[in-house]
């Protein structure tokens, strides 16, 4: 833990060096493109969320051995969790439904999940934070860039085609970020216009170690981090902006890993893949797919909502 605190002081203090060079960038940018001009797709794979398809917690199923394994994992989990001074919104009861719902072989591979992540989540050395700066820290510019493009960064474009590509709403999972095994989960807020400088790029909210910021999407961002662009495909345009409008609202709030799925707009505090999450679930989609190896994974994860069957991959190669 204390290697952790010390790495995300360095973290902290690279954005803020940058939070200093963005200072004295210029007004706000320009929306120029609405998603109006989404291009079609010849698939459909997304089918809008029913609640009441949600599989209903009913303790009666499990036998009397799984739910004394479940108690034991139970407090297994949040001690580990005190242990290494992360504080777990996790009820009693939600951890057992999430094992019902989660199609685990048995309760010992289920409170594994929850180990396996908390060891992650203590070992910086497994970390790939999402907002750190390369060895050279020449990429921390990515992130909390505020609503003007900072004078000291020009945006690539060359390679990729994302600027024609990528949408309102759009969410963008990368690989290389979050607590390595879990990747890291952002929302396009549009793209914008410096008009002083005749720059076009694309824009992002995103709950970052330091809070909900705004950051730049650019090709050297895909390749460092791994890229893939998903969309709600039966999101209508209104759906997308409510959900834009709502993370909008969650600018400048905390940042907390507790593996909570929050969804009220008073919420005080996100985790990246959490925020975009509830930006979609309040518009009656459930992005919350299957994990690695089909099973639930603790909260919502970067990759259930990557692999979700509500969304599709955007093509920008
Ligand atoms: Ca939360
Ligand atoms: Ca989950």
């Known amino acids: 833990m204390q290697k952790f605190k010390k790495l995300l002081a360095m973290v902290i203090a690279g954005v803020m060096t940058v939070a200093l060079a963005t200072a004295t960038a210029s007004a706000e940018d320009v929306l120029v493109e609405s998603d109006e001009t989404d291009i079609q797709f010849s698939t459909e794979s997304g089918t809008q969320f029913n609640a009441e398809t949600e599989i209903q917690f009913n303790a009666a199923n499990l036998s009397d051995e799984e739910l004394i394994a479940l108690d034991a994992g139970y407090i297994q989990v949040m001690e580990h969790a005190s242990q290494i001074g992360i504080s777990l919104g996790l009820e009693r009861d939600v951890f057992i439904d999430q094992y019902i719902v989660g199609q685990y072989p048995d309760v010992q591979s289920y409170v594994g999940v ?15 934070a999402p907002y750190s700066s390369s ?54 807020e549009g793209k914008y216009t410096n008009s002083a400088r005749g720059i076009s790029y694309i824009r992002l909210m995103e709950a970052i170690d ?73 518009q009656g989609y459930d992005l ?30």
């Open 210 to 282: 330091i809070g909900v910021v705004r950051s730049l999407l650019d090709d050297t961002r895909v390749d460092d981090k791994d890229v893939t662009v998903v969309r709600v495909s039966s999101a209508t345009t209104a759906q997308k902006d409510n959900a834009v409008s709502f993370c909008v609202d969650q600018l400048g709030k905390k940042y907390s890993l507790d593996l909570a799925k929050n969804t009220s707009t008073n919420e005080t505090s996100w985790y990246c893949s959490e925020m975009v999450w509830a930006a979609y679930k309040n």
């Open 114 to 128: 929850y180990d396996s992540l908390l060891v992650a989540m203590d070992n910086p050395e497994s970390i790939i």
């Open 135 to 188: 060895s050279s820290g020449s990429d921390a510019y990515y992130y909390n860039i505020g609503t003007s493009l900072p004078s000291n960064v020009t945006p690539k474009y060359s390679k990729y085609k994302i600027l024609d590509n990528v949408k309102k709403g759009d969410i963008i999972f990368e690989a290389n970020g979050g607590f390595g095994i879990t990747g890291h989960i952002a929302i396009v």
């Open 288 to 317: 919350e797919g299957p994990g690695l190896g089909g099973i639930n994974e603790p909260g919502v994860t970067p990759r259930e909502i990557r692999n979700s069957s509500l969304v599709i991959t955007v093509s920008f190669k």
